[in-house]
């Protein structure tokens, strides 16, 4: 069974960065799709980014593009969301995301459709 445990989630002010983390156990992450998503309160979850474990390919909300970037460590199973230029409305919970990939299926998906989550981590962005 895999499990997916993020951390980094912290208060950060407007303009500021953080990098959040994410380790897959149960299973190698060499064939999963690692997305990342997030939820305002008040606000349904939406996906923020996502990456192919076949070429390393990234996706990223429209909202995020240019600020947020993916990637991942296959050898430690850990994948990571550095996020720059934070927003205030970008308050809210983040959670990691993985679906596997298996041999004549798509081998990019968008963020949206990244993956079933974890149990997230809280940020804040506020002055």
């Given at each position: 069974?895999?499990?997916?445990?993020?951390?980094?989630?912290?208060?950060?002010?407007?303009?500021?960065?953080?990098?959040?983390?994410?380790?897959?156990?149960?299973?190698?992450?060499?064939?999963?799709?690692?997305g990342w998503?997030?939820?305002?309160?008040?606000k349904?979850?939406?996906?923020?980014?996502?990456?192919?474990?076949?070429?390393?390919?990234?996706?990223?909300?429209?909202?995020?593009?240019?600020?947020?970037?993916?990637?991942?460590?296959?050898?430690?199973?850990?994948a990571?969301?550095?996020?720059?230029?934070?927003?205030?409305?970008?308050?809210?919970?983040?959670?990691?995301?993985?679906?596997?990939?298996?041999?004549?299926?798509a081998?990019?998906?968008?963020p949206?459709?990244?993956?079933?989550?974890?149990?997230?981590?809280?940020?804040?962005?506020?002055?």
């Amino acid at each position: 069974q895999v499990q997916l445990t993020e951390s980094g989630g912290a208060s950060v002010q407007p303009g500021g960065s953080l990098r959040l983390s994410c380790v897959l156990s149960g299973y190698t992450m060499d064939y999963y799709f690692i997305g990342w998503f997030r939820q305002a309160p008040g606000k349904e979850r939406e996906g923020v980014s996502c990456i192919s474990p076949i070429d390393s390919s990234t996706y990223y909300a429209d909202s995020v593009k240019g600020r947020f970037t993916i990637s991942r460590d296959s050898d430690i199973d850990t994948a990571y969301l550095q996020m720059d230029d934070r927003k205030p409305e970008e308050t809210g919970v983040y959670y990691c995301g993985a679906a596997p990939w298996s041999s004549g299926t798509a081998k990019h998906r968008y963020p949206g459709d990244c993956g079933d989550w974890g149990q997230g981590t809280q940020i804040n962005v506020a002055s």
